[in-house]
């Protein structure tokens, strides 16, 4: 290998040290679809315990240093208590999401609902997660807004949009100097006609009206088939406004399989985009954060699985030839930067990443070192009795 291949792996690797990975605490708890959540040995009762998962994955990674809670799902007395319980376990409180989508009253809208006492209480809800977001020491607050309509003339499309913007400015002012609000959009689910935030160019239309404090989250499973996101990501990124990523992957709608599982191209375009604007950085301010639902598989081994597949997209991308690529990109040789392209994507990173993880005195492979670590054995014995948590609280 020659000296600048070496120099080159050593950038990559350096690079790569650099990277974090947010693990919900959800996806360490029950999840199912409307038809069955089928539980799990072993699966966490409480927020204490859901962060202790989370912290063996960061154990076993080495990149995964936060844990992103859900209100009221992690809601306990004391958030203060929970952090300093996280530190002890040698991770962090992340994103404060939001949850203004089980109550029976948001049956026709949260923020956006005709009723001015309901949008009250959804707004006290947000207002709360920003008071949580202080004991806790997190920057972001996440909206997802389940907001929408199922019948043409339900309700008056524009109002909700007056409604959702007269609530967003409410919590946006509300945020402390560091604090972010992220807002997230989906095309549709649980609402079937429309949704008051259903695609990126809402979100960013909304973030410009707020301020510079509010930034778009994408979530790669809530497109239509089909859509470009990198197309998204690379606008948002020229814009300033790209804030978060909601990583999992997908083969018809929000699917929330292991991100890189169904797609692990679009993955590796998506990073292609993020190292092409030097956005891997920390200090550049993107929370790549994982959004999924382990229904059938094992979750902290598919939690582990996910962030090698986030990790080996970014490494393919970062062997990008950006040198060749622009060359090529520029004299229009349409198939030689297409090969340049294929060429970093059809490279096999995982000694890479073994040797990275050796350096970071890991095991190269953590899915074997979770399975010899006993930790299942542990939990499935030590977690009985109780209510396991999941989607209800
Ligand atoms: C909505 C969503 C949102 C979370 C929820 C768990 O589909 O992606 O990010 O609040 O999943
Ligand atoms: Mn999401």
Redesign the pocket.
Known sequence: MSHQDQAALDNVKRALRTQTIETPS?AYANSGTRFKVFAQQGVPRDPYEKIADAAVVHRLTGVAPTVAL?IPWDKVDDYADLASYAEGQGVALGAI?S?VFQDDDYKLGSVTNPDPGVRRKAVDHLLECVDIMDATGSRDL?L?FSDGTNYPGQDDIRARQDRLAEALREVYDRLGTEQRMLL?Y?LFEPAFYTTDVPDWGTAYAHCLELGPKAQVVI?T??HAPGTNIEFIVAFLLRQGRLGAF?FNSRFYA?DDLMVGAADPFQLFRIMHEIVRADALRPEYGIAFML?QCHNIEAKIPAIIRSVMNVQEATAKALLVDRESLTAAQRSGDVLGANAVLMDAYNTDVRPLLAELRADLDLDPDPIAAYARSGYFEKITAGRVGGRQAGWGA
Do not use: A, P, S, V
Request: without cysteine.
């Open positions: 959800w859900h999401n949850n996440k997802w997230e989906k979530d499973g809530h909601d929000d959004d």
